[in-house]
């Protein structure tokens, strides 16, 4: 079982910055995929960023490639999205992610942080 808590997010104004934190408790953190997830309202949840157990190369929503850059400390068993040159349109609540080696999806997900980009 994976526990999963974001951290991070707030208010900021178009062009600012953030850096939203996720911290994992449990067992093999190194071993899973973390991925980073959000939801606009009345959205649908949308894929962001997902990190190998490794940590060597993030994969990106192709929408976002260039701003967001995700990364991981597996010692800390932590991982991070840094979002840079925010934009109104990336509102939304963040959530992270885990899925286990060889599952085809995402088995745990934290509760969330709310971003939220004024104009």
């Known amino acids: 079982q994976v526990q999963l808590v974001e951290s991070g997010g707030g208010l900021v104004q178009a062009g600012a910055s953030l850096r939203l934190s996720c911290a994992a408790s449990g067992p093999n953190f190194s071993s899973y995929t973390m991925g980073w997830f959000r939801q606009a309202p009345g959205q649908l949840r949308e894929f962001v960023a997902s990190i190998p157990n490794t940590g060597t190369r993030t994969y990106y929503s192709d929408s976002l490639k260039g701003r967001f850059a995700g990364s991981r400390d597996n010692a800390k068993n932590t991982v991070y999205l840094q979002m840079n040159s925010l934009e109104p349109d990336d509102t939304a609540v963040y959530y992270c992610?885990?899925?286990?080696?060889?599952?085809?999806?995402?088995?745990?997900w934290g509760q969330g942080t709310q971003v939220t980009v004024s104009s």
């Open positions: 992610a885990a899925r286990a080696p060889h599952s085809a999806r995402y088995d745990y």
